[in-house]
């Protein structure tokens, strides 16, 4: 089974900042990879998918990118409501199986 | 508007059963793969389960293998998790989810239904 270790585990980050989370894989998986953003009580929210394409809607203040076995997720410039939970996923279609990372809590410094 | 709405949720005894539904509305549900991904009080998300199109292709996670079975009936729109042998650790929310018309994953997901395992 693929494993997805994501890092860190938590941030402290002040509004203005540039963020990065990482997201590494236990062997190649492409670009089969997706980023998503959950609020307490909410639903996750796609952000990425494909490893680098953004999901409509979602401000260009997010990027991904990546390959094979090393992925990012980028915020530019932090703003008040990107303060959440981030998570990678890696996925197959046939058969259709994920791994989630293990999450990284962006937080207010 | 997609719309996912979960239900078959609550308090079960260690070992019982549950059915989750999932009820889809706003797309064509026959197009999409479908998935359950469920969350633990205070931890992370974990993918479940997961149905091609057609019922063709079903994957199930390492830690739910041989205890739950995800089906569909694309006639009423509908999507189920039959959870047997539940255990404490089977608590959580469970979601249910819809790939995008690429086969990317997760692009809609429902509110979730909390699953309590408990005696």
């Known amino acids: 089974d693929i494993q997805m270790t994501q890092s860190p585990s938590s941030l402290s980050a002040s509004v203005g900042d540039r963020v990065t989370i990482t997201c590494r894989a236990s062997q190649g998986i492409r670009n089969d990879l997706g980023w998503y953003q959950q609020k307490p009580g909410k639903a996750p929210k796609r952000l990425i998918y494909?490893?680098?394409s953004l999901q409509s809607g979602v401000p260009s203040r997010f990027s991904g990118s990546g390959s094979g076995t090393e992925f990012t997720l980028t915020i530019s410039s932090l703003q008040p409501e990107d303060f959440a939970t981030y998570y990678c996923l890696q996925h197959n279609s046939y058969p259709p199986r994920g791994t989630f990372g293990q999450g990284t809590k962006v937080e207010i410094k | 508007e997609v719309q996912l709405v979960e239900s078959g949720g609550g308090l079960v005894q260690p070992g019982r059963s549950l059915r989750l539904s999932c009820a889809a509305s706003g797309f064509t549900f026959d197009d999409y793969a479908m998935h359950w991904v469920r969350q633990a009080p205070g931890k992370g998300l974990e993918w479940v389960s997961g149905?091609?199109?057609?019922?063709?292709?079903?994957g199930y996670a390492d830690s739910v293998k041989g205890r739950f079975t995800i089906s569909r009936d694309n006639a009423k729109n509908s999507l189920y998790l039959q959870m047997n042998s539940l255990r404490a650790e089977d608590t959580a929310l469970y979601y249910c989810?819809?790939?995008?018309?690429?086969?990317?994953?997760?692009?809609?997901w429902g509110q979730g239904t909390l699953v309590t395992v408990s005696s």
């Open positions: 989810a819809k790939d995008d018309s690429s086969g990317q994953p997760f692009q809609h």
């Open positions: 149905i091609s199109w057609n019922s063709g292709s079903i």
């Open positions: 494909a490893a680098s």
